[in-house]
């Protein structure tokens, strides 16, 4: 006799927000291209209304063996606007990772931050942080940041870490690849600040 070898299938694509369109969850398998059996709720029917639904995936290839179980979320549109920020991410709202003051990917940033910031509070790449490059033949230090197009973005700088911003700079809002050139002259210490213009939050510091 000659035993099957082992599969590994993973499971992804299990969170959606209804829109009256079947669903279903996303298989990938290593060896890759395995076919794959997947049930939901027991049935090989796509689900379609608002619900969980538990989702089973099995090898269906004679030569190997293995499976993987998980959970199917269709959500109604959330109300609230961070809410409707993580369902645009595919993240549950319910999820405890993503609840407001978590910080599911250790990049120091809670998810609310994240959401003021429109990075990715699953993925500790992706953060709102300022990076300089100093311009030698101009003498000038070019200051660049990941930015949103629903963000407003200010520029400070302080000449010692403990002292007030000695300058606020407005840039308005956000463009791709953003960047702002300053001349080197004196020792300063540049903070980018985000802000959602609609409506009205508090600046977030970074």
Do not use: C
């Not at 599969?7 to 992804?12: G, I, M, R």
């Not at 994240?114 to 509070?121: F, G, H, L, N, S």
């Not at 302080?158 to 960047?179: F, K, Q, R, Y």
């Amino acid at each position: 006799m000659v035993a099957r070898a082992p599969a590994t299938v993973s499971l992804s694509g299990l969170y959606y927000i209804y829109d009256g369109y079947a669903k279903s969850a996303l298989v990938t398998t290593e060896p890759s291209g395995l076919g794959v059996s997947v049930t939901y709720n027991g049935g090989a029917a796509l689900p379609v209304g608002v619900g969980s639904y538990a989702v089973t995936a099995v090898v269906a290839v004679a030569n190997y063996q293995g499976s993987a179980a998980g959970t199917l979320v269709i959500a109604p549109e959330a109300e609230d606007p961070f809410e409707q920020w993580l369902q645009g991410r595919e993240l549950d709202p319910d999820d405890t990772r993503y609840h407001a003051d978590a910080d599911d990917d250790g990049d120091g940033m809670t998810t609310r931050e994240e959401y003021v910031a429109d990075t990715d509070p699953a993925d500790s790449d992706s953060a709102l942080k300022l990076t300089g490059t100093y311009l030698d033949a101009s003498d000038r230090l070019r200051l660049s940041f990941s930015a949103s197009t629903g963000r407003l973005y200010q520029l400070v700088y302080s000449t010692n870490l403990l002292s007030p911003p000695a300058e606020t700079i407005d840039l308005g809002a956000g463009v791709p690849g953003m960047a702002v050139t300053s001349d080197v002259l004196h020792v300063r210490y540049w903070r980018i600040r985000v802000m959602l213009p609609d409506p009205p939050a508090p600046w977030v510091r970074f």
